[in-house]
């Protein structure tokens, strides 16, 4: 390399990483814009659900086939990009497999590992895209996938193919150029390459110059296309490759089935079965205090791990398959409640940009606009979803902040839940008999 092509390169590694500090910044700030949470207790349970679901894939591998593909995509893609300090370092410095010198055996086994990972992911990204485009598993083609986020599938896995091949044409073009008799410029002796092996000799009857070229060629592309992706996964659902370790780290440790309690609901009551309370004492006005609602209607209304949770989501439906609602024929779609949750945020992040760091209002809200009360109410709370989710996402903590604000700041329940809650509030149960027959259920057997 020339030291204008060095000066290239860092410039190139300068716009892509600034690109990408851009980018996670912005999603940090849209995740701050939810409601705080303290998600800091318990941290050796929450380190082990990260390196249980995050890191080992535990709840993946439920689902074999799938789960082992997509192990030998995330091992594959995660170690081979190990090779990305290397290419840095030679981008900048000019030299050439800088590391080969100072580990030995040790680099001749992680090249042959890098390239027997590598032929894994192609298989793997082969079989994810015949599942999806050929035999066209039903929850791939659901209707809430219509659009970019079908289409982002299918970029993500062109993108891995090409970025593999790019890997191992590279090694093949270097491979025949280690063994040119006498040597070749600067292409030293170095690495093992049990697949590129294979593909080196489709380099035979090329000038040396041309190989060499060749060679620039996959080397400014390759590492161009991972500095691409890197910034393709703000758009896109492959951003879980980042933020399944927090996610994990963060989700709700309590019981499935268990619901929080509003705070201002429970002073209320705690108020109110105080008897040394004043019930006619006005509380004291706090003028610094935001005013708060019951339950959400936007996104600014949900918490922070909520909206993690949204960013998170990776868009395999299987929320969505095991959701009782959906299959039943319902408009749930657990996938679809992250999705558009995520798609508001977006949209409320990009109102942010335009007006110079301040939300200015647009007459939109999450509920209504991006979710549909009927949605919301076709929820059994059935907890399938989150059981099924690979990286602890939690739609059903949506689903019942939405309920919450429907009911307590609507009243816009269905009517059946309405005439439950009037039975409670008259009778003390939930059906319409008079609270001196309201256990009389107990003595018919």
């Not at 030291?3 to 996670?24: H, M, Q």
């Not at 192990?71 to 590391?99: A, K, M, P």
């Not at 109110?272 to 610094?288: I, L, R, S, T, Y």
């Amino acid at each position: 390399m020339s030291y204008l092509d060095n000066i290239l390169f860092a410039i190139l590694l300068i716009v892509g990483f600034g690109f990408f500090a851009s980018s996670v910044k912005k999603i940090i700030r849209n995740i701050n814009l939810g409601v705080d949470v303290n998600r800091k207790d318990n941290s050796k349970a929450r380190w082990k659900n990260m390196a249980l679901i995050a890191l080992g894939q535990s709840k993946m591998v439920r689902r074999p086939v799938a789960g082992i593909l997509h192990i030998f995509v995330y091992v594959g893609f995660v170690i081979i990009n190990i090779e990305l300090l290397e290419i840095i370092i030679d981008g900048l410095f000019g030299t050439h497999r800088v590391f080969a010198p100072y580990l030995g055996v040790v680099y001749d086994v992680l090249i042959a590992s890098f390239e027997i990972l590598a032929i894994l992911v192609i298989f793997a990204v082969i079989v994810f895209w015949i599942r999806r485009n050929v035999i066209r598993l039903k929850r791939f083609i659901n209707p809430d996938l219509n659009g970019f986020p079908k289409s982002d599938a299918n970029y993500i896995l062109y993108f891995e193919t090409v970025l593999m091949l790019l890997f191992l044409l590279m090694n093949a073009s270097d491979l025949h150029l280690q063994n040119v008799p006498g040597g070749f410029s600067h292409f030293h002796k170095a690495g093992s390459f049990p697949i590129s092996q294979f593909i080196a000799p489709m380099f035979n009857g090329m000038s040396n110059e041309l190989v060499a070229l060749l060679f620039e060629v996959f080397w400014w592309v390759h590492i161009a296309g991972i500095l691409v992706f890197m910034n393709y996964l703000y758009f896109s659902k492959h951003l879980h490759i980042l933020l399944a370790f927090p996610n994990t780290y963060f989700a709700n440790l309590n019981p499935e089935g268990q619901f929080d309690n509003l705070e201002s609901v429970t002073k209320e009551v705690k108020l109110m079965m105080d008897p040394n309370a004043d019930p006619f004492a006005a509380a004291p006005v706090d003028e610094n205090a935001v005013s708060s609602k019951f339950g959400a209607s936007d996104v600014q209304d949900l918490n922070w791990v909520q909206l993690l949770n949204a960013y998170t989501c990776t868009e395999c439906g299987r929320c969505t398959s095991s959701c009782p609602a959906n299959q039943t024929g319902k408009k749930l779609s657990p996938r679809k409640i992250m999705m558009d949750t995520r798609d508001r945020l977006t949209e409320v992040g990009k109102n942010i940009d335009a007006n110079k760091g301040v939300f200015v209002p647009d007459n939109k809200t999450l509920l209504n606009d991006y979710i549909t009360p009927e949605e919301l109410w076709a929820c059994t709370s059935c907890n399938a979803c989150v059981e099924e989710c690979p990286v602890n996402i939690s739609p059903l903590s949506i689903i019942m902040d939405m309920r919450r604000y429907l009911v307590m700041e609507q009243s816009a329940a269905p009517m059946s839940l309405n005439a439950m809650m009037t039975n409670i509030e008259n009778n003390g149960a939930p059906w319409q008999y008079n609270q001196q027959d309201r256990l009389n259920w107990k003595n018919e057997n």
